[in-house]
C-alpha cells in the first residue's frame, strides 16, 4: 500500500537557520508526493508538489522540496527559517488507486527567535 | 471569494445525536472531500464525491454518511454519534483529482461527542 513516513514529531530550528522537514515514501509506480502546511485553528494550505520532472520543486512561502529515488524521500527545506514558519507540516502521496491522497502523521515546526 | 467554508465550527453532541456537517465551495471545483483530523494520524478520508450526484467511500467510511445534491455542497452526517468520532473535521475541493492537484481546504469543525 501506497505511504509517507515522517520520522520526526516535531523538528525545533532557530530563526535564520536552514531548516528542514522529513518524509520518505513506499509506493508502487511512480510517486506523486505533496506537502501541506496546517497554521493553528486554520485548515491545510498546499505547498508543493512532485509529478515528474526535475528533483527539486519550488514551492510557496520560499519551501522547496528534494525527491530522491534511490532514497525514496522527500523532504521540505527552506533555506532561512521564520518564526511565522512555525506550523504542522503533512507529507502526502497519491494512493495506489490514483484518485487520492495518503496523509502522514504530521511534523510539528518551532521556529525560535 | 470565500473558497471553502464550513458549518459550524464547533458542536459538542451527547452519544447517539445526530447533526450533519455542512461544506460549501465557490470555486466551482468538481472534486470535494471530508477528512477527520486526529492526534498523531494526520488526515484519514472518509468519503468523497467527484462530481455533483456522486459519492464514494474513502479510508474510513463507518458510522459516516454524505449527500453532494448541489456542485457547491457536500454535507457530512452523523446518524448516531458515538464518542469515537470526536474529532476535527475538514472539508476540501480541487479541479481534479486530490491525487494530482491542489485541494483547498476549509477552517475546520471541531466536533465533541460525549
Known amino acids: 500500500a501506497q505511504s509517507v513516513a515522517q520520522p520526526e514529531d516535531q523538528v525545533n530550528v532557530a530563526e535564520g537557520n536552514p531548516l528542514t522537514v522529513k518524509c520518505t515514501y513506499s509506493v508502487s509506480g511512480n510517486p506523486y508526493l505533496f506537502w501541506y502546511v496546517q497554521y493553528p485553528n486554520r485548515g491545510l494550505q498546499f505547498l508543493l508538489k512532485y509529478i515528474t520532472g526535475d528533483n527539486l520543486v519550488k514551492g510557496s512561502y520560499g519551501f522547496e522540496a528534494e525527491f530522491n529515488k534511490s532514497q525514496t524521500s522527500f523532504h521540505l527545506k527552506k533555506p532561512s527559517a521564520l518564526v511565522s514558519d512555525s506550523a504542522l507540516y503533512f507529507c502526502?502521496?497519491?494512493?495506489?488507486?490514483?484518485?487520492?491522497?495518503?496523509f502522514g502523521a504530521g511534523t510539528i515546526l518551532r521556529v525560535k527567535s | 471569494n470565500a473558497g471553502v467554508t464550513q458549518t459550524p465550527k464547533f458542536r459538542v453532541l451527547k452519544t447517539g445525536q445526530s447533526m450533519t456537517l455542512l461544506c460549501a465551495q465557490d470555486?466551482?471545483?468538481?472534486?470535494m472531500y471530508w477528512y477527520r483530523q486526529d492526534p498523531g494520524m494526520g488526515l484519514r478520508l472518509i468519503h468523497y464525491?467527484?462530481?455533483?450526484?456522486?459519492?464514494a467511500k474513502g479510508e474510513v467510511p463507518d458510522g459516516y454518511n454524505v449527500s453532494r445534491l448541489k456542485k457547491q455542497n457536500f454535507l457530512l452526517g452523523l446518524e448516531s454519534a458515538a464518542p469515537s468520532q470526536t474529532s476535527v473535521y475538514f472539508c476540501?475541493?480541487?479541479?481534479?483529482?486530490?491525487?494530482?492537484?491542489?485541494?483547498?481546504f476549509g477552517p475546520g469543525t471541531r466536533l465533541t461527542v460525549l
Open positions: 464525491s467527484v462530481g455533483e450526484g456522486t459519492t
Open positions: 476540501a475541493s480541487s479541479w481534479g483529482l486530490a491525487a494530482f492537484n491542489e485541494q483547498f
Open positions: 502526502a502521496v497519491r494512493d495506489k488507486y490514483g484518485n487520492k491522497l495518503v
Open positions: 470555486m466551482n471545483h468538481e472534486y
